[in-house]
Structure formats: C-alpha cells, structure tokens
DNA sequence: CGTTGTGAAGGTCTTCACAGCC
DNA sequence: GGCTGTGAAGACCTTCACAACG
C-alpha cells in the first residue's frame, strides 16, 4: 500500500517528546482522511488503544516491518549522468536500509569515476556484479532508448524490482516489480489541471 | 488522467511509416488494457474509424491539446544541488513545451553558478522573480525541512502547480495542484512487494 | 470522553462484452 | 473482418457513521 511510505515518514518527523498519535493527527500530517488511516493501520495487525490512539515507537515498528525495512536492501544504479550522479551521492538511502552496491554506464569515459563510494563500472560488467552482489532492487537512470535493454539485463541478473526513471513503458515479466518516476510525465499531468482550470474560467 | 501522457509518449515513439494505430496496439506498448485506451481517448472526443483504429497525427494533435501542451509554461526550480542541477540541465523539458526561467538557491556559495543557461538567484529574490516570470510551476528541489517554507513562499508568489521531490508532504490551498515525487517512497513500496513476495514463499 | 475498529454506503476506476460501423 | 464506442458488471478504494472500549 502506497500510503505507508507515508505514515512512517510523518512518525518520524514527529517531535521528540510525543508518545501517543491518534488516526486524526496522523491524518492531518499525511494529508489523508482519518479513517482511511485507521483501516490502513488495522491491515497491519496494529493495536492502537481507544480514546488515546497509536503508540507511536510500536507503530513504527510495524510499518518498518510490514515495508519490509527490516532487512537491508542492495541497489543498483544504471547510467552515471547528472541523474545517477545525483542518486548514487543521495543521503536519504541509508535511513531506510537501501545501500548503492554498483553503479553503470556504458560510456568508457565515465567508467573508474568515483560517485559516493562506488567506482562506476562497465555496464558490459551488469549481469555478473549484479548476480553477485545479489542486487535487490535496480535503478534505471539511462536515455529511453536504452532502458527496455537495460531492464532486460537486470531481469537476466535476478532481480524482481526496478525503479525507471526514462521516460518510457518498461515490459518486464510478471515476477518483477516496475516503477516509473518520470519528471515529464509530472509536469504534463500538472499543466492538464492547469488547463481544466483556464477553460473552467473560459466557461464563465 | 495520468495515463495521457504516457499514450501520447507512446505515440510519438511510433516509427515514422506508420499512419495508425489501434487501441490494442497502444494498450500493448502503454501497458494497459485496451478498453481502458478507448474509453480514456473517447473523453477527448476523439474519432477513431471502426475496423482501422486512429489516426496517429490526429490523435497526437488532441492528446497535446487535452494536457494542455499547446501553451508552453515557465518553470522555476528551488534549490540547485545535485538534483535540482539534473533537472535545470534536464534535456527533455524543451520537447513538451517548459522553459526552466529560475533557479533558486539558500547557500549563497551557490548564488551566480550557472545550471544550463540560467544563474542561481538568491531565494530572497524567489517571490519577485517568480512573479516577474509568471512561473507557472515551481519544482521543489531542497531538503525536506525547508520544503513547505518554500512551497509556501511559491504559493504566495502565485504559483498553482508545484511538484515536491522532497521527502515530506506538502500542506497547500485547495486551489493549487501539488504532486509528489519521491525516490525513497518509491523504493519503499518495492520492497513492501518483495516482502509479500518472500512471505507467501515462507507459507508453502 | 476521546478514539479505535469496522460494517455499510458511496464513489471511482477497470474490465467485459457486444452492438454498431467502416 | 476488424476495430471503435459504450452500457453494464465487476473490482477496488474511500468515506461515513457508529458501536465498542479504555
């Protein structure tokens, strides 16, 4: 469930001192309806106490768990650009457990530059550093035409889940586990409601 | 609806020879149901032939129409690490009409670099410059403590579209259209899916 | 009294299935 | 024959509203 990203990031963000979080508060922080909170929660077992709300430590506990947070995670970078760059130097990895285990690039004048703590390597490297570093979770940050390629590879390397950013449709088999992140599509579904507003007001 | 920019995407993406295209077809390169490709496009009152399928041009013209991308739209961009750095040198901005017309910046070592064709402005300068450009998008490009500050100081400049790549949740008037993009939200619902994944294989 | 947990209602989005048309 | 446009069915998601409870 999307949402819960979400919630444990506003448990976190929660002054120090506060122990106790009710479904309003919750709520009112993430930007969602209380109940919606509360049937939420509920999937996850939880045991929030009546009149006073959520333990906030307990409940944190079992986002972490039910996100899987428990355990670490390998990730892989493919494509060393300004986007790559700026994904393999990103602090906010470590907080949750994903740690940048290789980054590509097919360009050989990119390869042996330092980004973070990883040497970029030849993406003709892929499929055996990805095997063997059992790589959980693949970063696609190439140009669109490289990208179903680059899917392909990582599929043939074992792994079942990849975050795109080309702005394309990538077609992976069943088992794996695709997610787009693309600026363009954004900015487009953004100025669509920019233009329902404008011709809202044309009707006037 | 999200879904017309990927179509549109898909369509430009088509090789040159071809005149038109079916819904299954698009269905099949977009990834969805082809139902769903009809029923989306007859809302834009499209006229697809029975027995031949759209028209690509045709189509293309509407589905530009429907998202607004007619217009071209100022965008302004705050905060220039390495992300917001990505995004002002971000070569695929151009083809769908937005033009980066600022970028913002705290750290006044920064203030005077250059990031594509535009120089860092002091964030002080942010409400006046914004509104000079009549920006019609802000992207927020910081840290997640100083986010809502400076969305707040977007919206009072007069900006109705923002997209948040700070890991936070953005509290803004109904009237302007916020949507996040989040690296580790997104990872995070990744591994809440290989999570059920390894616990259905634990119950067999 | 305040808040949870949840059945039921209400929406919205998706898919099916097929008549209608080229 | 092949494909669109769409009513109807179905699946899913959200919100309401309130009993149950500390």
């Not at 792994?159 to 394309?168: C, E, G």
């Amino acid at each position: 469930m999307s949402r819960l990203p979400v919630y444990l990031r506003c448990l976190v963000d929660l002054p120090d001192g506060q122990v106790t979080c009710s479904s309003d508060q919750l709520a009112a922080i993430a930007g969602v309806n209380s109940a919606q909170v509360r049937k939420d929660l509920s999937y996850l077992g939880t045991h929030g106490v009546r009149g006073v709300g959520y333990t906030i430590t307990e409940l944190r506990a079992q986002l972490r768990l039910a996100l899987g947070l428990n355990k670490g995670y390998s990730v892989a970078i493919v494509g060393a650009g300004n986007l790559g760059s700026a994904l393999g130097t990103y602090p906010g990895f470590d907080a949750w457990g994903f740690r940048v285990v290789a980054i590509f690039d097919l360009d050989p004048t990119k390869v042996g530059m330092k980004i973070g703590d990883q040497e970029v390597l030849a993406i003709t490297e892929l499929e055996r550093a990805v095997r063997r570093q059992a790589v959980d979770i693949g970063i696609v940050a190439v140009p669109a035409g490289a990208a179903q390629d680059v899917a392909d590879q990582l599929v043939a390397a074992g792994v079942r889940s990849i975050l795109n950013f080309a702005p394309t449709v990538l077609h992976t088999p069943e088992w794996v586990e695709t997610r787009r992140m693309d600026v363009s599509t954004e900015l487009q579904i953004l100025t669509y409601h920019l233009q329902l507003g404008s011709e809202a007001a044309t009707d006037m």
